[in-house]
């Protein structure tokens, strides 16, 4: 009689670990960091990141990132995440079948903050201090000892929660400690720290512009100013539609104009731009993205335009 047996097709910790963390630039980490955060701000402002809505006040928010060969941290003070959350989702790898979507949240596929922290290093803490349904002040702590963590071959992936302190304030704190050698050379590059300072200007340019701060190495971040001239004979290009076949209509906006005057001379400018402004920007989810269009010469002049996609109307004054 023939006799069946099973082959083991479950993946190993290693394998997943290593499949979610080499596509992504430590950048985008950090990115995907910060957007937990913006995430608990408008959810306690009862707002929706993808409405551009005037008036939204994020002044009381503030997100505070560490990074240097040794040791980074991110802490806000956005409301943190509660135990229950902590124990249902907030540490598992992807959403549930059952999750519904969130309208507070800029993410979408639930595995940011793990593939972030096993990205950039080995000794894990995940600390939230929040307001538990009873109206009382919790905290706990998620410690994570990625090398102990891929040895144990159970079958669960749960990681430890523990009772901890209080942090300062209602909010997150991530610390990650042991960093991988290529994440420890790039906290050490002068022109990465840089570079990722200016990245979040420019991605978080709306949320700054709302009130929201964001430190790295204590260095307030200013929001990136998207500016188009008007006066003189120069006046924007506007256009409004809505579209969508069904549900609630996609309403766009779309702006064009001169970002500076046209240049007198078609050679080099030394004196140009820096931050590589120029081009077409795209708002939706009340984040810029700079496409690959950089930038555009009608006669010699640049141009800049702005396409932003929203639920309300929203001025880019």
């Known amino acids: 009689m023939a006799q069946t047996v099973k082959a083991d097709a479950n993946p190993t910790k290693a394998f997943f670990v290593r499949m979610i963390t080499r596509d992504i630039s430590l950048e985008d980490c950090i990115l995907d960091l910060i957007d937990n955060s913006v995430d608990g701000a408008w959810k306690l402002e009862g ?8 008036g939204a006040d994020l002044s009381k928010y503030r997100i505070e990132i560490e990074a240097s060969p040794k040791r980074f941290s991110i802490r806000d003070n956005c409301g943190g995440i509660t135990l229950d959350d902590a124990v ?9 079948d059952k999750d519904t979507p969130d309208n507070y949240s800029i993410g979408v596929y639930g595995i940011g903050m793990k593939r972030a922290v096993f990205k950039i290093g080995e000794q894990i803490a995940i600390r939230s201090t929040y307001t538990s349904k009873e109206g009382n002040t919790e905290s706990f702590r998620v410690p994570i000892d990625v090398p102990t963590w891929l040895a144990d071959q159970k079958r669960d ?8 302190d ?4 209602k909010g997150v704190e991530i610390a990650v400690e042991d960093l991988h050698e290529g994440i420890a050379a790039s906290f050490s590059s002068p022109v990465f720290i840089q570079d990722l300072k200016r990245t979040i200007g420019r991605d978080y340019a709306l949320h700054i512009r709302r009130g929201l701060s964001v430190l790295v190495n204590g260095e307030n971040i200013k929001g990136w100013k998207i500016e188009l001239l008007q006066g003189g004979g120069m006046e924007p290009m506007r256009i409004s539609y809505s579209d969508g076949d069904n549900g609630d209509p996609v309403n766009v906006e779309l702006l064009a104009g001169m970002a500076a005057p046209p240049p007198e001379s078609s050679e080099p400018d030394e004196t140009s731009d820096g931050d590589n402004r120029f081009g077409w920007y795209v708002a939706a989810t009340d984040e810029l993205f700079l496409l690959l269009i950089k930038a555009i010469f009608l006669g010699g002049a640049q141009m800049v335009g702005l396409n932003g996609i929203r639920n309300t109307p929203a001025s880019w004054a």
Do not use: H, N, Q, V
């Open 47 to 54: 707002g929706r990141p993808m409405s551009l809505a005037d």
């Open 88 to 96: 249902e989702y907030a540490f598992t790898f992807g959403r549930k």
């Open 157 to 164: 992936w749960d990681f430890d929660i523990e009772t901890a």
């Open 166 to 169: 209080a942090l300062p304030a």
